[in-house]
């Protein structure tokens, strides 16, 4: 009879949920630390407490989150209780983890809204069922101001300003607001309260994991293994996936925005997202970096299953073929899309600046944007590149504008 977990789970050797789970990471702080815990979990039937935190910052999840959410699920795959904190307290706070200056605090309103969405979102990853999800609040509310002084005082500020983005503002002279020096130990008080035997996180976190271990300590509880997956750089290749830098690829985008995204990518980048975000492992992206480098592979045919597969992972595999077609289409084959948004706008005798006009048609977040996209060559009118920013159209009759590679909109003036 195969034994199963408390979760119902079929139990997986230790050895065998090791090497899994170490898989693809950064760093671990001991891996003879979750081999005893895991062992303890198969001889006790008591699933491990995996803990990972979530500051609702934005309202929607990029593919940089899901590398993270992935080792969730291989913890949810083993039976063990995963911990989905929303950090609804904490993001009040503001995580200053790699920034140079004091990141601005959102409203109780922007916390809960995105916390909202962020939550739906993850379940495109992780198995709802099996998901507990918890707002920090609840335990750190209730320790009111006399609690967080007692937490504060289980931390010096000595080993707070080791953290590299402290240390560095601290000797250049910028400011570090005393709330910003809570945030770590408010972060580790959450696996004070859940007592988490594990908690996951972007390597960016390593510092404020460590003090979740340091806290625990004072506590008397077992302190967490620290487990932290690879950042995954942005569509610029350089700089971490962020929404801010508008470099991200969220998964509610529409499956051809994701696909056209992905298709943007350099060949580099392309391999290191094979690793993260599919299936292949280190050897795999090996291989097809070698088969590249000999000509037996081709970069866009690489890129195109890449894309494929990622628009399938959230939208389905109907979506992703209709996305390759699009494509194909539009960009390989330069066909206009099938469908094509249409907006109509009140039309005269007179001329208007193609920088105005973008503007007043949404396709551009303000004039002065829509006069560095001109710049740039990024805009077509009716099929042709304008790159003259004080450029004029006439405001009437039709016109097909185009902005990147992706964005089309048919408008019609009218009087």
Known sequence: MTSRSSSGSPVVPPGDQLEVLCSGLVDITSEAELRAKLERACATSRPLTVKVGFDPTAPDIHLGHTVLMAKMREFQDFGHRVVYVIGDFTASIGDPSGRSKTRPPLSREQILENARTYTGQAFKILDEQRTETRFNSEWLVPLGVEGIVRLAGRYTVARMLERNDFKQRFETGLPISIHELLYPLAQAYDSVA?????????????????????????????????????????????????????????????????????????????????????????????????????????????????????????????????????????????????????????????????????????????????????????????????????????????????????????VRFEA
Do not use: C
Request: no cysteine.
């Open 194 to 410: 859940l007592e988490a035997d594990v908690e996951l996180g972007g390597t960016d976190q390593w510092f404020n994991l460590n003090v979740g271990r340091d806290i625990m300590y004072s506590y008397d509880l077992e302190p967490q293994v620290i487990m932290t997956v690879p950042l995954l750089e942005g569509t610029d290749g350089v700089q971490k996936m962020s929404k801010s830098l508008g470099n991200y690829v969220g998964v509610t985008e529409p499956p051809d925005e994701i696909f056209g995204k992905v298709m943007s990518i350099s060949d580099e980048l392309m391999l290191r997202w094979y690793e993260l975000l599919t299936a292949s492992g280190a050897e795999r992206v090996g291989r097809l970096r070698e088969r590249l480098a000999s000509g037996e592979a081709h970069p866009r045919q690489l890129k195109v299953a890449l894309a494929r597969s990622i628009v399938a992972r959230f939208h389905g595999q109907q979506a992703a073929a209709a996305a390759v077609d699009h494509f194909e289409r539009v960009f390989a084959k330069k066909e206009l899309p099938e469908q094509i948004e249409q907006r109509v706008l009140p039309g005269t005798a007179d001329t208007v600046a193609l920088a105005e006009l973008l503007h007043e048609a949404g396709m551009a977040a303000s004039k002065g944007a829509a006069r560095r996209l001109i710049r740039q060559g990024g805009v077509r009118v009716d099929g042709e590149r304008w790159t003259d920013e004080s450029a004029r159209v006439a405001r009437s009759g039709e016109l097909l504008l185009q902005v990147g590679k992706r964005n089309f909109l048919r």
